[in-house]
């Protein structure tokens, strides 16, 4: 488990589901489970809402499952 920045799936201020956010980190061969928003203290993991539209930040990070190579 790592935090990776949001411009390996997004582009700045891109509006996407959270659900969209997941599919292109399985073409990275990750796994997306939270974020922290740039402006938050804590990750939320799991978000209960995938389909619905957030803008995103390239301040923003993304907890991912990915290997170590």
Same mark, same amino acid.
């Given at each position: 488990?790592?935090?990776?920045? =949001?411009?390996?799936?997004?582009? %700045?201020?891109?509006?996407?589901?959270?659900?969209e956010?997941?599919?292109?980190? &399985? &073409?990275? &061969? +990750?796994?997306?489970? $939270?974020? &922290?928003? =740039?402006?938050?203290?804590? =990750? @939320?993991?799991?978000?209960?809402?995938?389909? +619905?539209? $957030?803008?995103w930040?390239? %301040?923003? @990070?993304? @907890? @991912?499952? =990915?290997? $170590?190579?």
């Amino acid at each position: 488990m790592c935090i990776k920045p =949001a411009e390996f799936y997004l582009l %700045d201020q891109e509006e996407l589901w959270f659900y969209e956010i997941t599919i292109r980190s &399985r &073409r990275r &061969r +990750e796994i997306v489970i $939270g974020y &922290r928003l =740039a402006n938050s203290e804590c =990750a @939320v993991i799991n978000p209960p809402r995938k389909l +619905e539209p $957030g803008k995103w930040s390239l %301040d923003d @990070v993304f @907890v @991912v499952i =990915a290997s $170590g190579s």
